[in-house]
């Protein structure tokens, strides 16, 4: 069968189906047809020119139905190939990736906003640094302060009164100790 008579046609329903010729309607006349006496030839255009127009027009036609056929067999030829060789669509998807990345990080753009980024982080570390020496300082003032050495002393006098005299050593039990017995149980 000529493959002319293949409707390939991208948004038909039929694609890729096989027509037969014997069935076409192309010797039926359709109303309101070119070179139809109803549909009147456009000005300045003899019947002449238009059926050589029509003519040329369907040579066009078959041309790039052609086309379309050749373009669908490389295309399925291509596609056997990169199979036959273990090329998949996401192997090829991975592959553009990792080559626009490849691209993006060797761009102008993507060195100096990685400069930048790169003197902005050291900026801001220096300046957490600065900020932390002035806070531990800070603390440091406070601690030598007159105020914290009243409330240390009242912290201290606080705990002999509560642990008494005894040692550092020594373990304080707590007056909510209490070890649990059969007749009182923790809960």
């Known amino acids: 069968m000529d493959p002319a008579s293949q409707d390939i046609n991208l948004n ?7 027509v037969d010729q014997s069935d076409s309607l192309s010797d039926v ?7 139809n006496s109803a ?14 127009l029509r003519i040329e027009l369907t040579k066009v036609e078959e041309e790039i139905n052609t086309l379309r056929q050749v373009l669908s067999a490389k295309e399925r030829h291509a ?12 192997n090829e998807l ?3 990736l990792t080559k626009s990345w490849q691209d993006v990080q060797t761009s102008n753009a993507y060195k100096k906003t990685q400069e930048t ?7 801001t570390s220096a300046a957490l640094t600065t900020v ?8 440091g003032d406070m601690r030598n302060s007159a105020t914290f050495k009243s409330f240390e002393d009242k912290m201290g ?4 009164k509560v642990v008494g005299p005894r040692g550092n050593g020594d373990v304080v039990s707590s007056p909510t100790d209490t070890t649990p017995t059969q007749e009182n149980p923790p809960f």
């Open 29 to 35: 006349p359709v109303e309101g047809a070119v070179g």
């Open 94 to 96: 991975r592959q553009n």
């Open 79 to 90: 596609t056997e190939l990169k199979r036959k060789l273990g090329l998949s669509p996401l």
């Open 39 to 52: 549909n009147p030839l456009p000005p300045g255009l003899t019947e002449e020119e238009a059926e050589e």
């Open 132 to 139: 932390g020496t002035a806070i531990t300082r800070r603390l």
């Open 117 to 123: 980024l790169s003197q902005a982080g050291q900026k």
């Open 157 to 160: 006098n606080l705990k002999y």
């Open 12 to 18: 038909s329903p039929n694609k890729g189906l096989v």
